[in-house]
């Protein structure tokens, strides 16, 4: 595509965002605002299991808004999103829940995910260990965060809740074997 065609392009999406622009923020914020009010009610509804098993402490108001990237000027965005909850704890850099979007061969991918982790690599070694007993399918891609996630479609949106809630309960059973976040090592 060359120069002008691309010049041309963005001029066109100019003048249609001018009577769209706000209407197209609106709904942006207002599907985050649901993803993570979805996001913190499923984990809300195993909060109590997921902190007895990791042996902390994890309270509502603990539990913060997040977005990746954050930032209009962000060069992922439009690339790849996360939009769900988080936390952090001692040993945990943070711990993040919600649902992931992927451009992949001009399609935009969704995922529900569970992200942890551990603030250095021996702890994230060991937890990555006992997480392959598990499941296979939990990954350490990117520094210290070790994944769980779940492919899901359109048709799956609606209750993309209980697919996060599997997630959890694999954590959960992780964290059970290991015996919580003190039997890390530092």
Known sequence: MGKSETEAMRNKLVDDGLGSYLDALTAVREF??????RSRKALEEK???????????????????YTYPSELTNK????????????????????????YFERKDSKCVTEVFVIMC???????????????????NFYNDY?????????????EM?????????????????????GGIKKLPK
């Open 158 to 178: 609606n209750n993309f809740e209980a697919k996060l809630q599997e997630l959890i309960d694999k954590w959960i059973e992780v964290w059970e074997s290991i």
């Open 118 to 136: 551990p603030d250095k690599a021996p702890p994230r070694d060991f937890l990555l260990k006992h997480c392959k007993k598990v499941s296979p």
């Open 76 to 99: 992922e965005l439009g690339v790849y999103e996360y939009v769900g909850i988080k936390f952090s704890r001692e040993l945990m850099s943070y711990c993040i829940f919600g649902l």
């Open 47 to 65: 909060l109590k299991d997921l902190s007895k098993a990791m042996g902390i402490s994890v309270k509502r108001e603990d539990i913060k808004d």
């Open 32 to 37: 985050q605002k649901a993803i993570i009010e």
């Open 143 to 155: 520094w210290n965060e070790i994944g769980l996630d779940i492919t899901i479609g359109k048709d």
